[in-house]
């Protein structure tokens, strides 16, 4: 007799497909979580990079609140200036709120006191950590001063303190002059304009002044702010094709002329902003007087004054900054404001310094773009700077043959 065995059935449990499934999934899950661990570990690692970098190169502090240029300003009951004791990178504040070493308040005795005001071509852009003109300005004075017995009988320093900011304008100039800078005890008063800020949308005016219990106080939180978005941000522009970049500033300049009226954008030199120039020059002119100081204008020098320059990229990449003019329009007014300036001093008696005449013949190398100076440039306006200034301190102390 023969028994049958009945043959074992395997039955798989009706969630089979689950039970394989999730091995894939813990998989798949573990990739992504390790995945953003090392996005994270990645963007701490490059945050403390950045700011142990700022730190070793610019003393800059690990946790500081000061993270863009526009943090090294306040605006106060006093309207804006420069925010005192701030550093950003290269550039660094001192007591007075002026860039460059500390200086106090109360003028030194036998120091002759100068104090350069400005936009950003003052204020310093691209020149390294020093080299600023106001700083190779003082250099320059001083080896001349080392060389005279006769001015050294009186003086024993020349003292600059550059009060610019970027983006100070003539009537904000004036402003802080009358409200603080005219308190340092200055000899002379050195003014570099822009008159390109005229051809902005509105003509510039004063700062309106902010007298509320945190005027001028900067968010603990920005301490936290990360760093490493600005040195992408930087390292991305200076990667793109000058064509792509070129492309970049066209679109800017034709979004903000979108909506626009007819004739809202200057085609031809706007004769009411030249005089509006005109007019702030000579109230700044009175205000520095006021103060006791010596005004000294300077012309406005840019790189396509160099007869036969050309450089469409470069005047696209001024033209977005003023989109209400076009790029012949702004080299126009620059050209013309010059002769305005010169005019201008010379019916308030001021001291002229045509940096133009003198800078313009030897522009190759001293642009870092269309208008701020490279090292080379800023040492080329101290050194035009330079012999105006000595010789009026030479006059002032009875040493006529060095003036």
Not at 167 to 179: E, F, H, K, Y
Not at 246 to 264: E, F, H, K, V, Y
Request: positive net charge; aromatic residues 8%.
């Amino acid at each position: 007799m023969t028994t049958r065995v009945a043959p074992h059935r395997v039955i798989a449990p009706a969630n089979a497909t689950q039970v394989a499934a999730r091995p894939q999934a813990g998989t798949l899950g573990a990739k992504v979580a390790h995945g953003v661990i090392l996005l994270l570990v990645f963007v701490v690692v490059f945050e403390l990079t950045c700011r142990v970098e700022d730190w070793v190169r610019f003393r800059t502090p690990f946790f500081t609140p000061v993270t863009s240029q526009s943090d090294l300003m306040q605006h106060d009951e006093h309207g804006i200036h420069g925010r005192p004791g701030a550093r950003f990178q290269k550039w660094v504040m001192n007591a007075l709120g002026t860039r460059g070493p500390e200086a106090s308040f109360a003028k030194p005795a036998g120091t002759v006191r100068i104090v350069t005001v400005g936009a950003s071509e003052t204020f310093g852009l691209s020149e390294s950590p020093g080299r600023e003109f106001p700083r190779q300005l003082e250099d320059s004075l001083n080896a001349r001063l080392s060389a005279s017995e006769c001015l050294r009988a009186t003086t024993t320093r020349f003292e600059v303190l550059n009060a610019a900011l970027p983006g100070m304008s003539l009537p904000t100039i004036a402003q802080d002059v009358r409200n603080r800078v005219g308190r340092f005890g200055a000899d002379f008063i050195v003014l570099y304009p822009t008159p390109a800020q005229y051809l902005f949308e509105e003509p510039p005016r004063p700062a309106r002044p902010d007298s509320s219990a945190r005027a001028g106080e900067l968010s603990p939180t920005g301490a936290f702010r990360p760093r490493m978005l600005n040195r992408l941000r930087n390292q991305a522009k200076t990667m793109l094709p000058s064509f792509v970049a070129t492309w970049l500033r066209r679109r800017d300049t034709q979004t903000a002329m979108r909506n626009r009226p007819p004739g809202w954008r200057f085609e031809t030199l706007p004769p009411d902003r030249l005089e509006q120039y005109r007019r702030d020059l000579g109230v700044l002119a009175e205000t520095v007087r006021a103060t006791g100081a010596t005004p000294v204008f300077m012309t406005h020098v840019n790189a396509f004054m160099q007869p036969g320059f050309e450089d469409r990229h470069l005047l696209y990449a001024w033209e977005r900054f003023h989109p209400r003019a076009t790029g012949p329009v702004i080299v126009a007014f620059d050209s013309a404001a010059r002769h305005v300036t010169l005019e201008v001093a010379r019916e308030a008696n001021v001291i002229a310094v045509d940096a133009a005449a003198h800078l313009v013949p030897q522009s190759d190398g001293i642009f870092s773009d269309f208008s701020h100076f490279t090292d080379l440039g800023a040492a080329r306006v101290a050194s035009v700077l330079a012999p105006a200034l000595y010789g009026a301190t030479a006059a002032r102390s009875g040493c006529e043959a060095e003036s």
